[in-house]
């Protein structure tokens, strides 16, 4: 989508609960060319509205069999849902899409979709996530 976004002078930044550290492997290990951001505390996350307190992880103790941690017991951890935000320049939200399933993002059609839309005075198509 890169070309049709900078058509527009639409950048892509993507902003996760990683760390700077492991955003840095991420963009290396999938060669990404986009900005990523990383906000491990979710502060931005947060100031979004994006916060999903549901993400099963599992607590470890240091009981280790064959060098593997013994989980002790599953929790509940605190991350991003996946949302995808068109952001005017002047830090307006002008298209939301957000999805319950993590593996989901908004399909290139709709992304360009709100684009266009956004561009035109329009409001953008609606549909769900994965289309």
Known sequence: MEPALAKHGVSVIALSKDTVEEAAIHKERD????TLLADPKLDVIRQ??????KSLGFVTGRLMIGGIPIVLAPSFKTMAIPTSLLVDESGRIVW?????????RSSNRRVLGAV???FAGLSAPQERAGD
């Open 116 to 118: 266009e839309a956004a």
């Open 96 to 104: 939301i899409d957000q999805t319950d399933d993590y593996r989901l």
């Open 48 to 53: 979004y509205g994006v916060e999903h307190h």
């Open 31 to 34: 060669g990404l060319s986009l």
